[in-house]
């Protein structure tokens, strides 16, 4: 006998809380301070990420578009990455869960070509930004996060302009695309399903610039050798990336419940990158045999633009997701220094320290985002005038503990990232420069 | 001397090879511990510690609540009477836990919803359900329905152990335990002191206030042929014989030597048994009579937000005879707990709380505050990305009948038992996952 209610008690409250809390924990997809580990050149890895202020090969379009001015006939560096993850947590409940992300690989691919004395023109191709985690569907925290990933590429063409022997602008627009996919459970069941599991997907573009002055600042000829000062500056715009017409899939979902977790519907959203902010030091100092060359950039990276979070969907009750982000900016310092020895073989350390955009109680377990010293390490070998291979390192590791608080979620993370980078460099072509450029190759 | 030169040169060839060959395999090396260096793992949990309690033989004693009581029923077609809090709590203890199992899923019969209007269906209960055998020896000895004033004979009250008998021996719930008969009958205080426990968790006391409140403000006198006085079902058990019978079973367990937890009352208002059928939900005028314990008993006035309509009245509305929409046929004092009477309750709650803190203070227990803990479950908690109130259906945390924790709801309540566990005994009780249990099965 079914009980039928005369009075209709309104429950559509119900889902606006459910999806809120599911959808509102989307995950915080972090990049610099983060999972972004700077990999924009092999030559930068070394020396801690930091190469606004050296531009020696054609990674600078990417680094600093002004230090372009730097290089001679036509040059080319492409490079590749693996960066191989590993984390785990301990939560109070579960002694161990590990994280079964893939392994990442961002690529690079640069080109400067010297068309006047004073004319640079350039372009280039990578993967800026990036993001894949996962873990088994069914551990503790699938109502926060089961998977997600997201891939971003940019293409820039880049023109520079010698203003003086000692000044270099540059500037180019951005392109960029992303791609992003995730998924997590919903915490409906019914007699047959234990619960259902929401799989988000989109992409999109965004047009951004980059600018950046170098100068060739002075420099010292003394007995024991040459000293060159370079000082650079580079600003690289925000990129609003907007994910229209996603699709959104709801599996698993209890029929009266279906109105409200369709099996398809649309959503849009819009991910927006940061903007980031560099200084960068040089300071080569080359004798006879050999060089050394310190490095140091400060970067800003303007994360407090990233302050919410929204998905709207298409299908009318499926309640709209808003969350707030309070990210933080944050400063990045990055060192390093390069030892070459008969302009042949080089050797780079370096070190970096990432500030975490994330504030405690805003820790989200895809992403255990935590302030640390890296350490990084790179070599090169000139096989020939036209070619040269680099070859980079970097180690990340460190603990944090720390809440998801919206989320009732709190654990201990352990992160280890070992990247292993590998790049090639090749030019050609006539020095059109009045001078010839001894300092920067 | 050329073949000297030679072979020297030779040498120097040679040790030149080995060094770059050594150097070679330590920069291998070097590099395989770098690889090698991505565990990241944590250790293991520590082994289950008791502190200074003992967990051998754990017994849990209380109501419904205890019971694993949900939808309107004791069930188990998907687990949940095995899920009780109790039986949650003996798992992480790794201890030994016998449970008087409904004979069939369906077991006494609960409540399913059909739809989301909310249309909700009665399941009808599994024959036999309840043909337990009681010469086992139970750990869980919570029983749905029992009040404290049940348990234990009222000190100067002769009719008090045969009233006391037949209450509880009529309780479906109740029959794996043998109360005697009419006029040589069992306490439930005896079989608490025949558990011969070693550590105890004590729910007692809801239905003490409980009942009074889920029938509108009403004591529930009835008259039962052979006993000259009328019983009183639902009365607000008075404080002073609360706080005496509250300290036998805890005198009981303190002199078997158990150590254990004692919980409070939650305040009965802030369930979703009061708070769904709202002014707002109904949209219309309603009129109702206040009860005896109100400030204007049989006063009809209408109603306001603070009065709280219980879930049981929205069938009996009607528009045709205009029950509770008319002031000639207002929502009599039994469907409505209208605001003095809430007053009243909330009080006595607080009162019997405070009897329930102190015994337990005397007796060397520790305490759950469930009262607080209700508290913080209205205002909203979040676990693990799922967030809990107290709402009807929508809040995850409880059942279709508005009163009793679903499974997922009883495993918040474990987890704070253990919480308080670890904290007075010393313990490391691990707390549980609560998604790993079901919350609202949806149609």
Redesign the interface.
Known sequence: MVVQLPIKLKINTFMKKLILTAASLFPLLTFAGGFQLNLQGIKSVGLGGAFTGIGSDASTVFFNPGGMSNLSGHQFSAGFNLVTPSVSLQTPQTANINQTSSNATPIHFYYSGQITDKINVGFLMNNQFGSSSSFEDNWQGRYIIQNISLRTFMFQPTVSYKLHERISVGAGFVYSTGSFSTEKAVPVGSATTTEGQAQLEGSGSAMGYNIGIFSNLFSIEGESGTTDFKLGVNYRSKLGIELNGGEAKFVDIPVSLTGKFPSSTKFDSKLTLPDVFTIGLGIKHTKENYSVEFAYDLNWTGWSSYDTLSFDFENADTPDSKTVKDWQNVLTHRFGVDFTYQQKYSLRVGAYYDNSPIKDGYVSPELPDISQLAYTAGISYKINEMISLDLSYIRQNAERESALVDAGFTAKYKRIVNVYGIGVNVKFGKNKSKEVETTNE | MIIRELHLTELITIKNKQMKTTKYISIALIGLT??A?????????ESLNSGTANFSNYIAVGNSLTQGFQDNGLHNEFNQQNNSYPAILAKQMNTNFLQPTVLGADGSGYLK??????????VPAASGWNNWDNNKKYNNLGISGIRLTDCVPTNGSIFSPTINQVITSQNPYGKFLDFGSLFSPVTYLEHVKNSNATFYTCWLGNNDVLGWATSGGDDGEINISGIPIPIKTSELTPVAVFRAKYDSIMGAFEKMGAKGVCATIPDVTSIPFFN??TLA??GAEVWITEGPYSNNPGNVRKATPDDLILLST??K???TTGHGFVQANPLTHEEVLDKDEVAVVRNHTVLLNNEIKASANAHGAAIADMHEYMFSLKSG???????F?AK???G?AFSLDGVHPNTRGYALVANKFIEVINQAYGSNL????V?DY??????
């Open positions: 770098f690889v260096c991505t565990k990241t793992e944590f250790d293991d949990f919803l059909t739809s989301l209007a909310p249309d909700i269906d009665n769904t059928v939900a109904i929205k069938d509305f009607s528009t908690m979040t676990f693990d990305g799922v967030a109130d009807f259906i929508e995850g691990r707390p549980v996952m998604h079901r919350g609202i099965i949806f149609p």
